[in-house]
């Protein structure tokens, strides 16, 4: 029997894909990608808090020689050693990815909002020809775009069977948060290296220096510019799912007021009830992104090499807390 043949194109229409590939075709994302300024500055304020969170992450309990005693002497020791400018390693990836990363972020977001919440794109459509869509479309078009949009193509293929709700919410931001997570891991391997390094800010190499010695040594994949992907999904994917599923849920059960400031106070800790949740949560994914890109205990000898590897071999070795951050 001859199978039938899969008409990619015919089937990505009656999915309603072939707009989206188009947008990112033609650079929809164009209007998302005006520069914040406000959240520059969020960095340069946060970034010192962010080098002390990745050298706690990387020290292996109290049997390492290096670890820090506490938080105190963790900042003490920074600044004496390194200096002032050393509470700014790293800060050039940030910076670089910042807008991408909240443009891809926001944009996604609201695609699969659409796709799952508001309305249905592709009724009818039976599941095993949306089984056969989604790898015949990623197999016929292997480019950078419709890997980008990797998460939303396999969200599309499978939305009928997705319950709707406000629930939906929470897996739109799943799906927002694993493809912001694809964007910034290149910037999030150099970030780690550096902060890690533990050198005056002087001796240490540039962020693009960095980034030539990690891809002439390990190149551009999952043991290179890539590696810790897997941990980087988790934590965006994790954190964003809460967030996102977490505040729209609270917002639309708690009250609005028509006081602005008493509005605003609603927003604000709903937002920030969203936040402090969401990175305890995701916290342990952190952890394990910080063990695989940062250095390697033995140099030479890859010790944290997965995500979920990596998660147990620090519970087994420096427990629940040591897990956590």
């Known amino acids: 029997m001859r199978s039938k043949a899969i008409n990619v194109n015919q089937m990505a229409h009656r999915c309603n894909i072939a707009p989206l590939l188009a947008a990112a075709r033609g650079g929809c994302l164009q209007q998302k990608l005006e520069p914040d300024r406000g959240s520059l500055v969020e960095i340069c304020l946060m970034h ?62 609201e695609q699969y909002k659409k796709l799952l919440n508001l309305t249905s794109l592709s009724p009818g459509l039976p599941l095993k020809e949306n089984c056969l869509l989604f790898p015949s479309i990623m197999l016929s078009s292997p480019s950078s775009y419709t890997i980008f949009f990797l998460p939303y193509l396999f969200l599309k293929c499978f939305q009928p069977y997705i319950p709707r709700g406000l629930h939906a919410l929470s897996v739109a931001g799943l ?26 800010f002087k001796e240490q190499p540039s962020a693009f220096a960095q980034a030539r010695r990690i891809i002439k040594s390990d190149g551009f994949g999952l043991r290179g510019l890539n590696k810790g992907l897997t941990s980087t999904l988790g934590r965006h994917g994790v954190f964003n799912m809460i967030y996102f599923g977490f505040y729209f849920n609270v917002k639309e059960a708690v009250p609005t007021s028509q006081d602005p400031a008493l509005e605003f106070l609603r927003k604000f800790t709903i937002g920030l009830l969203s936040g402090t949740i969401s990175s305890c949560v995701n916290i342990p994914f952190d952890v394990a992104k910080s063990r695989i890109q940062g250095p390697q205990p033995v140099p030479g000898e890859i010790k944290y090499r997965t995500c979920f590897q990596t998660m147990a071999l620090v519970y087994r070795e420096e427990g629940y807390e040591r897990r956590g951050g």
């Open 48 to 109: 010192p808090l962010d080098v002390v969170k990745t050298r706690f992450q990387i020290q292996r309990g109290a049997s390492d020689p290096t670890s820090y005693k506490g938080l105190g002497d963790c900042f003490r020791t920074i600044f004496r050693n390194e200096g002032i400018f050393g509470f700014y390693k790293g800060i050039l990836p940030p910076i670089l990815a910042e807008t991408p990363k909240r443009a891809v972020k926001f944009f996604t977001f």
């Open 175 to 200: 799906g927002s948060g694993l493809t912001e997570a694809v964007v910034v891991n290149p910037f999030e391997v150099v970030k780690v290296s550096l902060q890690a390094n533990r050198n005056t």
